[in-house]
């Protein structure tokens, strides 16, 4: 049986490992248990999820350490930031007084031998003073190249999960945990034919089943077996998604236009809009962060992560940005919209 941990995570055999890695590794510090836990797995499977997890509980515990949450992007661009103003002990100062770090996407950091070479020296700061560091990634520490052999050895010598796509039955179990979570009426019938025909992650999932809901609503049907059976026929159809059409899409959704999207406005409701659009960007391509920051008005990776960050934490709490993002996923499928 599924372990529901809260509303939002799930606890199946694929990341139960992953799990306990992270729940162990928030335990008081000073343990025996290893300080360094690394996750890894393709896009989608949660790592994001138990690292939110990982730094709620050491949050609520009663020492409250102190917390740093970097994409490895944002690391690697602060170091270089930092060099170029010749100002790296201010740099490595900021590390000082941190007890738990967690830094997600370290496969970013291959090809950056300096950046790697300073976060080595973190974290055997942070473990020599008792704190806990945790790492996603999409690769194992041994697939990851132009890597600092001590910094992957320490990723070694700590815990190492892997979390890979959802089996069958696994993904019959989450369908139910979305169908719930945004209580859409999904039978078991439909859902099963989901999970048959949808060999991917949990986070594409969810997608899809936010999408057959919006689908429904849109053409006035109601979910079952025959409707999924046309959605998914039309879905399979559908071409793949460019930052244009992501962008066209969300400019309607907020009634801005194209080039405001894309410029270098912060008012905030460009702000918001554009956020939308590079989370998307984000989930629904596979474009780099680099070219996503690029092609709205020219910014670095680290707002694009930034902005994704920010989106996953808003809809967790507010109706109308989960609206925003459900209405944009419509209209991005309207074109594959399956009759009733």
């Known amino acids: 049986m599924p372990s529901r941990v809260d509303s939002h995570l799930l606890v199946?055999?694929?990341?139960a490992l992953a799990f306990t890695a992270v729940e162990t590794l928030s335990e008081t510090p000073h343990s025996k248990n290893a300080q360094i836990a690394f996750i890894y797995g393709p896009s989608g499977v949660g790592k994001t999820q138990l690292a939110q997890h990982f730094l709620q509980r050491v949050r609520s515990a009663d020492r409250r350490p102190t917390v740093m949450f970097k994409h490895a992007a944002?690391?690697?661009?602060?170091?270089v930031e930092a060099a170029q103003a010749n100002n790296i002990?201010?740099?490595?100062?900021?590390?000082?007084?941190?007890?738990?770090?967690?830094?997600?996407?370290?496969q970013a950091f291959e090809g950056s031998p300096e950046s790697q070479q300073q976060l080595l020296a973190q974290v055997d700061r942070i473990i020599a003073r008792g704190g806990q560091i945790l790492f996603?990634?999409?690769?194992?520490?041994?697939e990851?190249?132009?890597?600092?052999?001590?910094?992957?050895?320490?990723?070694?010598?700590?815990?190492?999960?892997?979390?890979?796509?959802?089996?069958?039955?696994?993904?019959?179990?989450?369908?139910?945990?979305?169908?719930?979570?945004?209580?859409?009426?999904?039978?078991d019938a439909a859902a099963e034919l989901l999970a048959v025909e949808l060999s991917v992650s949990p986070r594409e999932l969810r997608a899809a089943i936010i999408q057959v809901e919006a689908a429904a609503r849109l053409g006035g049907c109601r979910i079952d077996t025959p409707f999924v059976r046309n959605y998914l026929q039309h879905e399979a159809k559908r071409p793949d998604l460019g930052l244009s059409d992501i962008t066209r899409a969300v400019a309607r959704q907020f009634d801005i236009s194209v080039s405001r999207l894309r410029s270098r406005s912060r008012n905030q409701e460009s702000a918001l809009a554009r956020q939308c659009a590079m989370y998307l960007a984000r989930e629904l391509t596979e474009k780099r962060l680099e070219e996503i920051g690029r092609y709205f008005g020219n910014r670095d990776h680290a707002t694009v992560v930034y902005a994704c960050r920010r989106i996953k934490s808003r809809a967790l709490e507010s109706a109308e940005i989960r609206r925003h993002i459900t209405q944009i996923l419509q209209t991005l499928n309207t074109s594959a919209s399956p009759n009733c």
Request: net charge negative; charged share 20%.
């Open 136 to 142: 996603t990634s999409r690769k194992s520490p041994g």
């Open 144 to 187: 990851l190249k132009n890597s600092n052999e001590k910094l992957v050895n320490r990723c070694i010598g700590g815990v190492c999960a892997a979390i890979p796509l959802p089996s069958l039955s696994s993904r019959k179990q989450l369908l139910a945990h979305f169908a719930s979570v945004e209580m859409i009426p999904l039978p």
């Open 89 to 106: 002990p201010q740099f490595q100062q900021s590390f000082a007084a941190i007890h738990c770090l967690v830094i997600e996407d370290f």
């Open 12 to 15: 199946l055999p694929e990341n």
């Open 74 to 79: 944002e690391f690697i661009d602060e170091f």
